[in-house]
């Protein structure tokens, strides 16, 4: 019962350095989440994916590029680390939203702990 | 965009007390949930609410949905140590994005 497994779970990067995340579910969701999240601010989405190929923008996608190729994995890139983006990041999955009566709960991964210096 | 505002932020209260988590959002929304994250783990959800009216309850704990109001709530009945921890609230818009608040830090004392 893997659920939703995020790598790594500690990175520690300069600034400018870039990285990805990776996310896989084994639950055949159709919708993932990245989201971040930081002191006294809850979580907040960065950007989702209602299935294989498609992404889309949260609300605060700028500095991330996602994707999609698999539908068990979701990527989160960075491209260029900056100190702001030092928080901690979660990878949710959940089924779709257009199933009737579906409840659609989001099932999270245990986290990435990420540093930017 | 929709807004989710929680309170109170910090929580402190003795064993056996109650109290009540409140949860408010801007706009309209279809689903309300409720998770528990403890320190240093993920998060792990409590109760959907799908409906007005809608009144969940698992234990010590009970999520209740007032949508006309925008308002939910999650009411402890006689806390105890076990249920320390952050409590989070958010609402699903109508384009398949969540939005939190920003958690309630529960700390329950003997």
């Known amino acids: 019962n893997a659920g939703v497994t995020q790598t790594p779970k500690f990175r520690v990067l300069k600034t400018g350095q870039s990285m990805t995340l990776l996310c896989a579910q084994d639950?055949?969701?159709?919708?993932m989440y990245w989201y971040r999240q930081d002191p006294g601010m809850g979580l907040r989405l960065i950007h989702y994916?209602?299935?294989?190929?498609?992404?889309a923008k949260g609300e605060v996608p700028d500095g991330y590029n996602v994707s999609r190729l698999k539908k068990q994995n979701f990527l989160l890139g960075l491209e260029s680390a900056a100190p702001s983006q030092t928080s901690v990041y979660f990878c949710?999955?959940?089924?779709?939203?257009?199933?009737?009566?579906?409840?659609?709960?989001?099932?999270f991964g245990a986290g990435t702990r990420l540093s930017v210096l | 965009e929709l807004k989710v505002e929680q309170n109170p932020l910090f929580l402190s209260m003795q064993e056996g007390k109650n109290y009540t988590i409140y949860c408010n959002y801007s706009?309209?929304?279809?689903?309300l949930y409720w998770y528990r994250q403890d320190p240093g783990k993920s998060l792990e959800s409590l109760f959907v609410?799908?409906?007005?009216?809608a009144v969940k309850q698992e234990g010590r704990l009970m999520a209740s949905l007032d949508t006309k109001a925008r308002l939910s709530t999650l009411h402890i009945t006689a806390a105890v140590h076990d249920l320390s921890a952050t409590y989070f609230c958010?609402?699903?818009?109508?384009?398949?994005?969540?939005?939190f608040g920003t958690g309630t830090s529960l700390t329950v004392i003997p």
């Open positions: 949710a999955s959940s089924s779709s939203f257009l199933l009737a009566g579906a409840k659609n709960i989001q099932y």
């Open positions: 609410l799908l409906s007005n009216g």
């Open positions: 958010a609402a699903r818009n109508t384009g398949n994005q969540f939005y």
């Open positions: 639950m055949n969701h159709e919708y």
């Open positions: 706009t309209t929304s279809d689903r």
């Open positions: 994916s209602v299935g294989e190929g498609t992404t």
